[in-house]
């Protein structure tokens, strides 16, 4: 039984809630598009300038852009040559491997993400009028339905070090540059790496001591 059916959702309250999540998902397309119109950007290239501002070092990378938008390299590319025709990003050779393309905002690249990163703004206007115990109910919950989701495959969950199980902070003294480590890559972390979004974060909770 469809839960696009209003008659069928009505019945079940996980119904109404999926749809009221559906409602707000297109509330967020249309809150990138319209950002994008301001500034002649697709949708995108919104989304591809905020993740070269804000992804780990190592995934700015025409793969790493792909798997972003969850779409194809020959996409990926395209929305990458946009970016670079525009001023916004470059290109770049990646030390490790030839084979592999780097990506890096311009400065006017990051002029454009100061304009476009408080699209979600009113979103977080209407999260921040519930009451606390509200947010924190909500929150607790929408973490589980993401993380259900990210299991399914349906998303790719971004986010920074200091909740990840292969996050190790601080064992590296002896290296100022690089004080921390990361059991997944089995690499030296700097500092600021630690509070860009990684698309290998995993949940601390989820993997046993
Ligand atoms: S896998 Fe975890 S510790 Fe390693 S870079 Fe990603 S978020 Fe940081």
Redesign the pocket.
């Known amino acids: 039984m469809s839960l696009f059916n209003p008659r069928v959702r009505s019945e079940r309250r996980s119904g109404q809630i999926a749809i009221a999540l559906y409602r707000i998902a297109q509330a967020i397309q249309i809150m990138l598009r319209r950002a994008g119109q301001a500034h002649r950007l697709s949708p995108a290239q919104v989304q591809a300038l905020l993740f070269l501002a804000y992804a780990?070092p190592g995934v700015r990378t025409i793969g790493g852009l792909a798997q972003r938008l969850q779409t194809t390299m020959a996409t990926a590319s395209e929305v990458a040559d946009a970016l670079e025709h525009k001023g916004l990003a470059v290109r770049e050779p990646w030390p490790e491997d030839h084979r592999i393309i780097g990506l890096r905002l311009t400065a006017s690249g990051r002029r454009r993400v100061a304009d476009l990163e408080h699209l979600l703004d009113d979103l977080e206007a209407a999260i921040a009028e519930l009451p606390p115990e509200d947010q924190q109910t909500l929150h607790r919950a929408l973490q589980r339905v993401v993380r259900r989701l990210a299991a399914g495959g349906h998303i790719v969950v971004y986010?920074?070090?200091w909740g990840?199980a292969?996050?190790r902070p601080n064992v590296h003294p002896e290296n100022p540059s690089a004080p921390h480590h990361?059991a997944?890559?089995d690499a030296p972390?700097p500092d600021a790496d630690?509070y860009t979004e990684?698309p290998?974060?995993?949940p601390r909770e989820e993997v046993p001591a």
């Open positions: 780990r986010e920074m070090c990840c292969f996050f990361c997944f890559m972390l630690t990684c290998d974060f995993t």
